[in-house]
């Protein structure tokens, strides 16, 4: 691929679709960064980790990854439903309701056992919700069961398959650390930070890392790099507006689905 014409397009955060594609998204653009720096500097570089290509393992859902605390309900902290339409998005809305959770507060400053519920269901009572117009009653199954029902049916859709791919357990490969790409891309500084020490970034010190490439980088290179700054920004922003941490939030709970 040719990095140094990368086709992006303009984000909107009025729309911003799906978390977890935002999420991605910044990952990809962060990727293809140093990829175009890469081929810059060294014509021809870029490519993928041959090590890490070759110990890709079924996927096997990572609980942890699901989740994301500092975001209030309303704000996306399911991530495998957030800023879509499907059905879990008003039945979780009115399983909050029900247990008494703040669906517009950070999950982190509420009772803990309800990430529990979200991770693994709910099977006390059926939930009423509305969804497409129509008031539905059935039972909260949880977010780690909605993934796994996608893995078993073997789904074609690439949507879903990032989505399982994204909240599956991973072993950081130790030759690219976990970036994927080859060592032609991965030895690349930009601004003093490798990609692997970038994308790791807090968002609020990554947004002020983009920000600084105009003046950390010679003409040239940032020239080459400024489509893909020019839309890595507002992305940036929105994630750090509503709230959120780090591309690959962690979370510490886990378990079986509370019973009170």
């Known amino acids: 691929m040719d990095h140094t014409r990368i086709q992006v397009r303009p984000f909107n955060p009025k729309r911003p679709g799906a978390l977890v594609g935002v999420m991605m998204t910044v990952s990809e653009y962060l990727r293809a960064l140093y990829g175009s720096i890469a081929e810059t500097r060294s014509n021809g570089s870029y490519g993928p980790c041959a090590e890490c290509v070759a110990t890709i393992e079924p996927a096997v859902i990572d609980p942890n990854r699901m989740i994301a605390p500092e975001l209030s309900l309303k704000n996306g902290a399911v991530l495998l439903w957030a800023g879509t339409d499907c059905a879990p998005v008003p039945k979780i809305r009115r399983l909050a309701a029900m247990l008494g959770i703040d669906y517009q507060g950070p999950l982190e400053e509420q009772d803990q056992r309800f990430i529990s519920v979200l991770l693994y269901g709910y099977d006390k009572e059926p939930v009423s919700f509305v969804h497409n117009n129509r008031l539905r009653n059935d039972y909260y199954r949880g977010c780690v069961s909605d993934l796994q029902s996608m893995i078993d049916a073997r789904t074609t859709s690439k949507g879903n398959q990032k989505m399982i791919s994204y909240f599956s357990k991973r072993t950081e490969c130790p030759a690219c650390r976990g970036t994927g790409l080859s060592k032609g891309v991965t030895d690349i500084h930009i601004a003093g930070l490798t990609l692997a020490e970038s994308n790791k970034l807090p968002i609020t ?56």
């Open 205 to 260: 010190e990554m947004l002020a890392f983009i920000k600084s490439l105009r003046h950390s980088m010679i003409p040239r290179e940032f020239e080459i790099a400024l489509p893909i700054v020019s839309h890595l920004e507002p992305m940036l922003l929105y994630l750090n507006k509503i709230g959120l941490r780090t591309l690959h939030p962690v979370i510490g709970w886990g378990g079986p689905a509370i019973s009170s």
